[in-house]
């Protein structure tokens, strides 16, 4: 496990070994071998490869995040191999891919900027979990901790905000056996990381008919008229506590549901916080959506699926729609709908408000205090849905 902080210079996110290379606009890429060079078997990973395939990792992911905080190029020359050796580079198709994404990275962050978010700086830890080989082929499972500074942050408005990701690289060695990194999936349910530009899974599960309460959408424009809390029973810092304190760390009293085919550990991850703020069980038939409850052992379909949460949330009225998502408050839930299908696929809770944007901490990707404004700005086309709890 390695720590950068980032310094405002991309680095170069191609690792050198001792074989010579030639440079492309700005990308190293493998020398052109001649045909009779004498061919490797099917190379072994020990552990410095590993170390190389974890430390271009680290790159890779550092150089996104980086984008979000200069959106400048940086010196694309600068070896990374501070005592690695072995040849473990970007293909060239990769190193075009990482390319377009920096650009569209940078882009996002004027977006966002615009929107009134910058972030003065940031680091990437990057932890390489498990290698598979199979022949010429090395798929690397790696786990993503990013932190974000936010710039300029007043008054009690959250410092940070940050994000764990799951991802798998895939590497495949040339007749020599050195490694070119061919492949970056991420591997998470959610797809909601702020360096991402994957597309956010859109859940697939049972939808409302006729007798089921269809949620009101939220607009996503500035500054609203306020909607303050009024008396209630529940404890929302509470909520809010319980949320920040196993966004990283499941709670293992409840079961994990991330990459799982059911649609991700969001809405479980939020009807958690919710308990623990005071929401009691209504215990009854799992497919039930008037019922709500889970623990260890059983969940009701409500407890842990996006849409039966938000139809027990409406019918049960323990919550009611808010018009706008600047006016949800802390411990209040916020839903999102990507495809705008009418199917919602995303459940977060809020843990935090300054200034009159809250912040939202949710999992699948695990992220701690993310602002409503980043997610309207990424996502300008997704439907949203507000409740106040």
Same mark, same amino acid.
């Given at each position: ?70 959106? #400048? ?15 473990? @580079? ?49 798929? #690397?499972?790696? %786990?993503?901790? %990013? ?24 590497? @495949? ?12 999936? *991420? ?5 909601? +990381? ?15 008919? *006729? ?26 810092? #509470?909520? +809010? ?49 008037? @019922?709500?409850?889970?623990?260890? *052992? ?38 999102? *709908? ?52």
């Amino acid at each position: 496990m390695k720590s950068r902080k980032l310094s405002g210079t991309r680095r170069r996110v191609t690792i050198l070994g001792a074989a010579a290379t030639s440079v492309v606009a700005g990308v190293a890429l493998l020398p052109n071998w001649s045909a009779g060079a004498a061919v490797v078997d099917d190379p072994t990973v020990d552990a410095r490869t590993k170390a190389t395939f974890q430390r271009l990792a680290d790159a890779v992911f550092t150089d996104r995040t980086d984008a979000l905080v200069t959106g #400048a190029q940086g010196d694309r020359d600068k070896p990374l191999t501070n005592g690695f050796s072995g040849d473990v @580079k970007l293909s060239s198709t990769t190193a075009r891919t990482e390319d377009a994404t920096l650009s569209s990275l940078g882009q996002r962050k004027d977006k966002l900027a615009k929107a009134g978010e910058k972030y003065s700086k940031a680091s990437t830890t990057v932890t390489l979990n498990a290698t598979r080989v199979t022949g010429r082929t090395a798929k #690397a499972a790696v %786990t993503e901790i %990013t932190t974000l500074t936010y710039a300029r942050a007043r008054g009690n408005a959250p410092k940070t905000t940050g994000f764990q990701a799951t991802h798998e690289l895939t590497f @495949k060695a040339d007749r020599q056996g050195n490694w070119q990194l061919t492949t970056i999936k *991420d591997t998470d349910q959610g797809g909601l +990381a702020v360096n991402t530009l994957s597309k956010p899974v859109s859940v697939k599960t049972a939808k409302a008919d *006729d007798t089921m309460p269809n949620a009101q959408r939220a607009a996503t424009t500035w500054n609203p008229p306020a909607v303050p809390k009024t008396g209630t029973a529940y404890d929302y810092k #509470a909520m +809010a506590a319980y949320a920040e304190k196993y966004v990283y760390t499941y709670n293992k009293d409840y079961p994990d549901f991330n990459n799982h085919t059911a649609g991700g550990d969001c809405t479980n991850f939020v009807s958690q916080s919710l308990k623990a703020g005071g929401w009691k069980h209504v215990p009854g038939y799992v497919y039930d959506y008037t @019922k709500w409850f889970g623990n260890a *052992d059983i969940q009701s379909d409500s407890f842990v699926g996006v849409n039966e949460w938000s139809w027990f949330a409406q019918n049960s009225k323990r919550t009611t729609p808010l018009a706008n998502v600047y006016q949800l408050e802390v411990g209040d839930v916020l839903q999102m *709908d990507f495809d705008r299908d009418g199917s919602k696929d995303h459940t977060m809770i809020v843990t935090a408000k300054s200034n009159g944007v809250p912040y939202v901490t949710y999992h699948s990707n695990n992220t701690l205090r993310r602002s409503v404004s980043s997610l309207v700005s990424s996502y300008p086309t997704a439907y949203f849905y507000a409740y106040r709890t």
